[in-house]
């Protein structure tokens, strides 16, 4: 009785090793770029929350439309302010929009006249 592998075992078990390795590869990347992306999105929604609260913080009067070019993570962004007024009853309607290129976030907020 002989021992030890054919050259037919040999490749079987090549090509399903080769076939694993590929397939984990693959998973392997989708991963990583799916954890790149999720980890933008939460920056962005941070930067998108700043801007809100700073909004907050100011005089009725100030809240106005803006565009700023800003870094989230290391991608450049545009994160774009805009601001509708209701005359009556006296509020504004703020959007925070941060946009890159793969992406955007949007949050919207209310600030009453006191």
Do not use: C
Request: hydrophobic fraction near 45%; avoid cysteine; charged fraction near 20%.
């Amino acid at each position: 009785m002989r021992k030890g592998l054919t050259i037919i075992e040999f490749l079987l078990a090549f090509t399903i090793i080769g076939i694993a390795l590929i397939g984990g590869s693959a998973f392997y990347y989708a991963s990583s770029k799916n954890l790149f992306k999720a980890d933008i999105t939460r920056l962005a929604t941070w930067k998108a929350i700043e801007k809100i609260e700073k909004i907050k913080a100011l005089d009725y009067s100030a809240i106005q439309n803006e565009t700023e070019n800003i870094t989230v993570g290391n991608i450049q962004a545009r994160r774009i302010t805009t601001v509708n007024e209701n005359p009556t009853p006296q509020w504004k309607e703020v959007s925070v929009q941060v946009i890159w290129n793969g992406g955007n976030v949007s949050l919207l907020t209310i600030v009453a006249k006191l």
